[in-house]
């Protein structure tokens, strides 16, 4: 007969497309936790992050109740609420206060928004969990952005906020370096760093062979992420033609889903106006073993992204665990992913010339290449997989209960 656990899980892999399903799993004598997050799809780093919380022994270690908050819809509409948006918030506030009152639980667990609509949806969960004596435990899974949340607003802002932050009893940061975000409502043993963590095993078929997928008289740069200037799509495709003016057997292959009306014909248009049209190739989305195969066919791995709400991209550990060198931005917390001249370049946002600089060193160190990419996929299994994640949140989650 199968478990409560296999149940619930069983539930979230299908995928349902009714946001606000409630779920739970239950362990006697274990303290009571409700977790509010998305499932995927869509799939952004909040949702997959959650997904692996709900296939970990968290469930076993708490009497979990989960409310997913999911919208099924395309992930281009995260970042922009609509009328639909208000429709399924009001369900999903009176379903959060049902369940604290029907179960009473003695943690809160949210992963916290970084914009002013998100944060007010937030409080709105929050302020309920107050209120039945609930510990509330935030995971911000952006940056430094969360700060200028609070230092952009009026008074009465500040004040939401600090009414809000004051009372929860634990925040948890994806890096070191985003502790002091949150040093204003908290004292430093109060606050946890969990980097994001992803499963071990590469979903790509393991006889696959990347000299199979292209030619490997080309040296090959891949970028995968959702495909907008913030993410440091347009300031690649300039970097690549200055690369191409030393190298010229290089090639860059572009996945993912495209942002907005407009930014495919602008990002054809640059191609064209730069000359670069034989070197960049658009692949589009990719899931799966579909993606584990096309980052093995890369020799190097640029995200070059400036995006404010940046923490830790899951695609950055997707590459690593694929072998290959990362050269990615200096935001969020990438600097204490990537280790500087051991597993990539970390170069300053919006450097064009030390994206250029970085991918040729690789272009011409094929050793250096070489070693990078073993010390990224070594690094991604001593700190990042799935299972130390879960951990260090559980951990997290305990401390907060003994607290």
Known sequence: MASPTSKMLQSVRSGSGNSGKLQTCTA????????????????????????????????????????????????????????YDVVLFVQQFFKNICLLVRHRP???YIPICQTRVGFIRDAFFMIPAFLANCRVVVHLHGGAAFSNLFLQGGTLWRGLMNFV??????FI???????????????????????????????????????????????????????????????????????VREHSDTECVIAGQWWGRTTKAEAVELVCKLGIQNHVSFVGPMTGPEKSEFLRSGDV????????????????????????PVVASDIGCMAETVEQGVTGFIVPQNDLQAVCDKVLTLIRNPTLRASMGKCSQARFEQHYTSHIFANRLEQALLETVTS
């Open 106 to 108: 003695g943690l809160f």
């Open 173 to 243: 940061v994806l890096g070191e370096v985003h502790r002091p975000i949150f040093t204003p409502w908290a004292r430093p043993e109060c606050i946890s760093v969990v980097p994001n963590g992803i499963e071990e095993s590469s979903p790509a078929d393991p006889d696959y062979s990347p000299s199979a997928a292209r030619d490997r008289t080309r040296f090959r740069v891949v970028y995968l992420s959702t495909l907008c200037r913030g993410k440091g799509l347009f300031l690649l495709l300039e970097a690549m033609s200055l690369i």
């Open 28 to 83: 006697p004598e274990h303290p009571t936790l409700l977790i509010l997050g998305p499932t995927p799809p869509p799939y952004h780093g909040v949702s997959v992050a959650m997904q692996t919380v709900y296939r970990s022994d968290i469930m076993k270690r708490f009497n979990v109740i989960l409310l997913d908050t999911a919208d099924r819809r395309d992930i281009s509409h995260v970042e922009n609420p609509d009328i």
């Open 165 to 170: 932050l004051r009372r929860v009893s634990r």
């Open 301 to 324: 791995f640029v995200f070059p992204s400036i995006y404010p709400l940046e923490g830790q991209p899951l695609v950055i550990l997707e590459a690593m665990r694929e072998g290959l």
